[in-house]
């Protein structure tokens, strides 16, 4: 931490340009590899105001390196210290943080319980119209109990608040009333704004004033680069050093071309069909939901378009990564024999018709996946239609018009990786449940009323296995994350969306 | 007088003709499609992705045209990809072009507000970029075979109004047509058998101009995301699906391109011709 | 004169009033911007409650009055995804789409005017046969598939220019070169055909008759007299170059008008939606205006009439 030692000395301004100095020397000294990193982003950064958008792929990443959030997600998926140093529940309904001492923003703004409840406060005004306010809509009230501790009061129990904290980016009380923050920014983290060209890209630099380890890239650019093919071209030909989100069978390719890597990991976000179980042909019909689900080759499916780098559901939709993962489940078996059975002992042998919606541009290889499932669906003599539609036109259908077609190709992930905020969509009063069921809601409301990890632990064993037998869904795959990069870096490639600077490390 | 006898020298048409050759090979593809005996062009096989073309001198192979990112063949899509293709935009011209003709026949024929309103129409389309009023109609409406054929229908009206005015204004003066008003013949008798007619020529010429740029605005949809449903296969929404693989697998984006270019051409080809051919002395804007 | 371009004011604030009516409406039909806005899971009463921050609640002729008397005083209302005035945030976009249709129409005219030109004198020619042949191949190639070879080529294979992005006039050469193909087919198939049209005209055979020298025939008569559907054409152009240049954005990040607009409809943002297209049509109606002008300048015919 050679970097904190230099703190006292950067408080003054006049020290700036020996310091300047200083630090160019540092870095003459240091390993002799790039400085600068430059990543690709597959869809625009629309604001910087961490408040205003809840797109952790692009907006809140970029933000996160100029915000900094109380708790840390490190890129092994686990918690760690941020701008608080320990956190602890105080019963069922409330949480205590405890402050990193002296953390200034960088505008000399004090960073302490003040600061934080005056941010909570932010999100919930609705003159704010915070797009983040659903995640934080269950804080009733934020207690300063000193400079460094803060106590956040919850209606109901909250389990997965400090994960949740993990994405609430904090912003100086002072420096947001009088600035625009969807287009500049100033916080407390490893990097500040050189430039933002919403569009094209957004420039940042190293402070050199920052708390926290000092990050490996002095300057790191984020350029907007829609096009799969032309992100993996900007790769390829060198324009940037890091991107994601393209086609598995193009990872071969990529590294063939001998000038850069790219590889994958498993995702956090799930993808499963969605069965309409409130209308006819899917209402009340349990053996149709399981034959569909034992005539789906989930494997076939994986190898042959994902080259098996996607990690098959164990029958749930919580992968391994989240609390709550039961692992007494497995994958269900294919069994296109004992499916075309249940479809005739349902009386509806190579009779059943059903559409499946297809949202478009959101999802790996969706279409091709849908069609594959079709075809395999068609196997067993059920004809699927497919109705691929944007994914605005059918977030609306689902959610705001209630009017799900027959089934849906659909992926769900939750951001605190916390069974809790998964299985509530399958509760009864959930808009996006399309399935009753009494006895899972029950015990999906006692497991959200408690922040008592064993008992959630053992709530969320018999909710999955309820969800597993039943199989109101079908649990396909969550599908990886493929990403390429220069050379000169590694980065230490994670499965939900976040894409950082602070995540890479040079070699 | 060099220049006149270059001015009376007759237009080369091979070109037309290689055009009009060239359309009558692709619609007799398209129709004899499911009769070549080619493999199901929805059905794919995931061990046999992204295969590369096996045509050779010693004959076609077994996928002659390589498979796609499904195991598909490409050549039997292509082929089938040919109807979808040419329905969506033979439908569209056909249907932009009855709405523009009867708007441009009335407004021409009648003069008065409705030309007014019809001027103003055209106004608004021509101000309205193509490609994004088609786009916010799809997206509005969903990308159903029968609302990419209105949209692209919606985006071509204006053209076949334009030209169908001129038209009117000029054929409406002509002495037979006196001669029948007089006469006392209804406007509907005139409309339809003397007017109609001799607005048909130019309207055929702009068909085939419509033609080529539909086929080409829709596969622009299916890059944005919005183009026609899985499994048909168009030849626009195969190269949009295949774009992204166009550096490990060439075959899956290049091969329809190919057809969609060739197609293209030909039916301008043949578009050109005809307005030599037919109306040699029309204006060309 | 003034009388006449007067009318044509009125009549493209006429154009310019139907865009906008048609993007309102069909930007209503396109579903509930709150359910993208709002993390999934949020409730409905938290998606009511963001309807009405963003005045989506009030009823819809309301909201169109309102967005009429704003729009006539430049205000298109905030962005729902920028979270600043729509109408800066389109006009930030516009110096980059400018630069891109501009160089597309630049290089449209000079090269697809200098091979129309050519292909018309040199008529009968294989000159006129391959000037045809590649302008026909240029109409009919998609943009995106050219986009993305010219990418391979020249910024992955031989490293020359980069692989998209804006700011230098490398990053421009490949969107223009692509944006251009259409364009510069078009005008060179349009010039060609008008210069045959005047040729056959009889006051250029008059010119002959009376002995005038061919260049000066060419140059005074038949350039000047097809000009004028190239212009027309141009003005059309523009248009498309300016709003329909989306695909061609896409492939090569540009960030530009067309981009945005395609995005805010993915995204319901519906004050930029409006607000970008106002801005297109707004720019194709001063266009078309300049064009009219240009007309009376080129053809005396025109401006004794009016």
Known sequence: ?507 | MRLLSFLRSQRSNWLGLFGAALLVLLLTLAIAGPWLGLPDPTRGDLRARMLAPTISWAGLGSHPFGTDQLGRDILSRIVAGSRVTLTIAGSAVVLGGIAGIFLGLVAGYFGGWSDRLLMRLVDIQLAFPLMLLALLVVAALGPSLHNLIAVLALTSWVRYARIVRGQVLTVREREFVQAVRAMGASHLRILGRHILPNVLTPALVVATLELARTIVLEAGLSFLGLGIQPPSPSWGRMLADGRTYIASAWWIITLPGLALMLTVLSVNLLGDWLRDWLDPHSDRG | MPRHLTSRLGEGLIAIWGVVTIVFVVSRMLGDPAVLLLPIGATEEQMRELRTQLGLDLPLLQQYLSFLLNAVKGDFGQSFQFGRPALSVVLERLPATAMLAGSALAIGILIGGTAGALAAIHRGSAIEALVLLVALLGQATPSFWLGIMLILLFAVQLGWLPTGGYGTWQNLVLPAVTLACFTTASIARLLRSSMLDVMRDDYVRTAYAKGLPPSRVFTWHVGRNSLIPVVTMTGILAGELLGGAAVTETVFSWPGVGRLIVQAIETKDFPVVQAGVAVVATIFVGVNLLVDLLYTLIDPRIRQAS
């Open chain 1, 1 to 507: 931490m050679s970097s904190t030692s230099l703190l006292p000395f950067r408080a003054s301004l006049a020290m700036r340009t020996s310091l300047l100095a200083l630090s160019l020397g540092a870095a003459a000294a240091g390993p002799a590899a790039a400085r600068d990193l430059t990543i690709a982003l597959s869809s625009n950064v629309n604001t910087l105001d961490p408040f205003k958008s809840t797109t952790v792929g692009t907006d809140l990443s970029v933000a996160a390196h100029i915000y900094t959030p109380l708790v840390d997600r490190g890129p092994d998926m686990k918690l760690r210290p941020g701008l608080a140093t320990k956190w602890e529940a105080v019963g069922d309904t409330a949480w205590r943080f405890t402050l990193r001492e002296g953390v200034t923003f960088s505008n000399g703004e004090k960073l302490d319980a003040e600061a934080v409840k005056w941010n909570v406060e932010r999100v919930l005004d609705p003159k704010t119209a915070a797009r983040n306010k659903p995640w934080f809509a269950s804080i009733s009230e934020v207690k300063v109990v000193s400079p460094g501790v803060v106590e956040f009061v919850t209606k109901g129990a909250y389990p997965d608040l400090p994960e949740q904290m993990s994405m609430f980016l904090l912003m100086p009380p002072k420096w947001t009333a009088e600035n625009n923050p969807a287009v500049t920014a100033l916080g407390s983290g490893p990097y500040e704004l050189v430039r933002f060209a919403s569009g094209d890209r957004v420039v940042l630099k190293a402070r050199k004033d920052y708390w926290g380890e000092k990050p490996a890239f002095d300057n790191v650019t984020f350029r907007i680069i829609p096009e799969d093919s032309s992100r993996i071209a900007a790769l390829v030909a060198g324009d940037v050093d890091l991107v994601t989100g393209f086609p598995t069978s193009e990872i071969a390719r990529i590294k063939a071309s001998g000038k850069v890597d790219a590889s994958s990991v498993p995702g956090t976000r799930g993808m499963f069909i969605k069965l309409n179980a409130l209308r006819a042909p899917f209402k009340d019909t349990p053996k149709v939901w399981r034959a569909l689900n034992l005539a789906i080759d989930r494997k076939a499916i994986n190898d042959g378009l994902l080259d098996g780098l996607g990690e098959i559901s164990a029958c749930q939709p919580l992968s391994p990564t989240y609390f709550g993962f039961n692992p007494d489940l497995k994958p269900i078996a294919y069994d296109p024999a004992q499916a075309k059975k249940l479809l005739a002992e349902a009386g509806v042998a190579n009779s059943l018709t059903m559409e499946l919606e297809v949202p478009t541009g959101r999802y790996i290889q969706a279409s091709d996946i849908a069609q594959v499932v079709a075809s395999q669906l068609g196997e067993v003599g059920v004809t699927v239609k497919l109705r691929e539609m944007e994914f605005g036109a059918f977030m609306n259908k689902y959610i705001v018009g209630k009017n799900l077609g027959d089934s849906a190709y659909f992926g769900l992930g939750w951001p605190t990786l916390d069974a809790g905020g998964l299985l509530n969509f399958w509760e009864t009063e959930n808009p996006q449940s399309y399935w009753g069921n009494a006895n899972f809601t029950d015990a999906a409301k006692a497991a959200r009323s408690t922040n008592d990890p064993a008992k959630r632990m053992a709530l969320y064993k018999t909710l999955t296995k309820q969800l597993c037998e039943d199989s109101p869904s079908i649990f396909l795959f969550f599908t990886p994350i493929t990403y390429g990069q220069s050379k000169g870096i590694a980065w230490q490639a994670r499965g939900d969306d976040w894409v950082r600077a602070m995540d890479v490390k040079t070699r």
